[in-house]
């Protein structure tokens, strides 16, 4: 097992603490450093800016939204902090919901799957630098023709930058069963956000049909990397402990998503929370954002999150050692990041930082 920080959203600014948090995982060998992006912060510029202080630590995007950029600027991004990490960057790419990708990008939200195709093609037509890149696709055309808008002055372009690493691993945020299978099909890991290592089965399931159409030029399935962000509370109490993680929950399951078209709250009912979730959403979206905080089952905090006092948590590192998940992004404070290792450590769990 490897572990990784996820540093998650900003609030109204700098999450305090984090570049020394930062500094200090990669001090420890923590494999990774993960960042975040919604419609306030961008998730590139926190990884360049902490980044600089590390010399080890993996530095990824969890996620960097498709709709912010076109896939040709994420490729040149990405190119550029590999070159400055020395080979240390990953791209972790998810496709975001029609809230934001219309009302903060104004872009239309369809077909996500087939667009998700197309950009990720893209990206590495960029980064592989062999001929100029061409597309003609149903979302992205490049050079862009004149019966599609261009001038028709467009040429094909490859990049002046030599990419450090023509293979440079792409992860993909993914919830439905479609989608997880396209990321096992397409691309080089996952970032489940809700992972609950008790339908582990389900879930290789869903990997193993999209490693069946994988093409043989991708990097084989046995190094494909599942990524998952794994809230952690520690506390004497369990209760007590879920508590602080079931607003989180509730944001996800009932406010990050409109009625009927929240990815978040569908990722939760096939973890099988479906009345949960009905209320949670209910109460969210009606504005009771603590009653939709404590409608959140314990079972389900239990279920994809680490929390209890430190003995019960090194009980369970076990179960996530032995599911598909091979690197567990803690979403915790420096103290409880400093119990998950020290348990696994203690067990025998614990892996070096895995080559970029």
């Known amino acids: 097992?490897?572990?990784?920080?996820?540093?998650?959203?900003?609030?109204?600014?700098?999450?305090?603490?984090?570049?020394?948090?930062?500094?200090?995982?990669?001090?420890?060998?923590?494999?990774?450093?993960?960042?975040?992006?919604?419609?306030?912060?961008?998730?590139?510029?926190?990884?360049a800016w902490w980044g600089s202080q590390t010399s080890h630590a993996r530095l990824g995007t969890a996620i960097a939204q498709m709709s912010a950029r076109t896939p040709t600027a994420t490729a040149m991004q990405a190119?550029?902090?590999d070159h400055l990490s020395g080979g240390r960057f990953v791209l972790g790419l998810g496709a975001s919901g029609p809230q934001v990708v219309e009302g903060w990008y104004g872009q239309p939200y369809r077909r996500p799957l087939?667009?998700?195709?197309?950009?990720?093609?893209?990206?590495?037509?960029?980064?592989?630098?062999?001929?100029?890149v061409q597309v003609d696709g149903e979302f992205f055309q490049l050079p862009l023709s004149a019966e599609r808008g261009g001038s028709g002055l467009g040429k094909p372009l490859r990049p002046t930058v030599h990419p450090l690493r023509a293979d440079l691993p792409i992860l993909l945020?993914?919830?439905?069963?479609?989608?997880?299978?396209?990321?096992?099909?397409?691309?080089?890991?996952?970032?489940p956000v809700f992972y609950a290592p008790r339908l582990d089965e389900m879930f290789r399931g869903f990997l193993a049909e999209g490693f069946a159409a994988r093409s043989p030029e991708l990097p084989?399935?046995?190094?494909?990397?599942?990524?998952?962000?794994?809230?952690?509370?520690?506390?004497?109490?369990?209760?007590?402990?879920?508590?602080?993680?079931?607003?989180?929950?509730?944001?996800?399951?009932?406010?990050?998503?409109a009625k009927g078209a929240n990815f978040h709250r569908n990722a939760v009912d096939l973890l099988g929370y479906s009345d949960a979730a009905?209320?949670?959403?209910?109460?969210?979206?009606?504005?009771?954002?603590?009653?939709?905080?404590?409608?959140?089952?314990?079972?389900?905090?239990?279920?994809i999150a680490l929390v209890g006092p430190a003995e019960k948590i090194a009980a369970e590192l076990p179960r996530w050692?032995?599911?598909?998940?091979?690197?567990?992004?803690?979403?915790?404070?420096?103290?409880?990041?400093?119990?998950?290792?020290?348990?696994?450590?203690?067990?025998?769990?614990l892996q070096g930082p895995r080559s970029a």
């Open 278 to 303: 009905d209320e949670i959403q209910d109460h969210y979206l009606a504005g009771r954002k603590d009653d939709a905080a404590r409608a959140v089952p314990t079972a389900l905090v239990e279920d």
């Open 79 to 81: 190119l550029t902090l």
């Open 114 to 132: 087939a667009r998700t195709r197309e950009y990720v093609d893209v990206v590495r037509q960029v980064l592989r630098r062999g001929e100029p």
């Open 321 to 349: 050692e032995a599911s598909a998940v091979t690197t567990m992004l803690l979403q915790a404070d420096a103290d409880a990041v400093r119990t998950v290792v020290g348990a696994a450590a203690a067990a025998g769990l």
């Open 1 to 47: 097992m490897r572990f990784g920080i996820q540093t998650g959203y900003w609030s109204a600014g700098p999450p305090p603490g984090v570049q020394d948090a930062v500094v200090e995982a990669d001090r420890l060998g923590i494999d990774s450093v993960w960042t975040a992006e919604a419609y306030g912060s961008d998730a590139f510029t926190p990884l």
């Open 220 to 257: 084989p399935a046995e190094r494909f990397e599942v990524a998952a962000s794994v809230p952690v509370s520690v506390h004497d109490d369990v209760e007590r402990a879920a508590d602080r993680l079931r607003p989180w929950i509730a944001l996800y399951v009932g406010g990050m998503g």
């Open 173 to 191: 945020a993914a919830e439905g069963p479609k989608n997880i299978a396209l990321a096992a099909e397409i691309c080089d890991g996952w970032l």
